[in-house]
């Protein structure tokens, strides 16, 4: 089985920044594709960021556009969140997931592995 573990989790005040990593194990990293969900409270968890199996193609939840960026070093079966500019309504729990099957299917229903979760507060 596929075994991700988030770190990362912080507080930052708004307007700074923070970088999340999920190492991936138990499986070979380069066949999945990547995503970035969160959840914040009294919400469903969604979709934050995307990223293809081998890095050329990245996704992205229009919120967080121009703020985040996904990234992968596949060598070191790890994927990564760079967050910038963070806003209050950023702070979440955040979840890293891989998606074994091609396609483009970012929904929650459509990844098959899950991270624990990492919280990520944001203050004013």
């Known amino acids: 089985q596929v075994q991700l573990v988030e770190s990362g989790r912080g507080l930052v005040q708004a307007g700074g920044s923070l970088r999340l990593s999920c190492a991936a194990s138990?499986?070979?990293?380069?066949?999945?594709?990547m995503g970035w969900f969160r959840q914040a409270p009294g919400k469903e968890r969604e979709f934050v960021a995307g990223i293809s199996r081998s890095g050329g193609s990245t996704y992205n939840e229009d919120s967080v556009k121009g703020r985040f960026t996904i990234s992968r070093d596949n060598a070191k079966n790890t994927v990564y969140l760079q967050m910038a500019s963070l806003k209050l309504e950023d702070t979440a729990v955040y979840y890293c997931?891989?998606?074994?099957?091609?396609?483009?299917?970012?929904?929650?229903?459509?990844?098959?592995?899950w991270g624990k979760g990492t919280l990520v507060t944001v203050s004013s």
């Open positions: 138990g499986g070979t990293f380069s066949t999945y594709a």
């Open positions: 997931a891989a998606r074994l099957s091609y396609g483009n299917n970012w929904s929650v229903y459509g990844m098959n592995y």
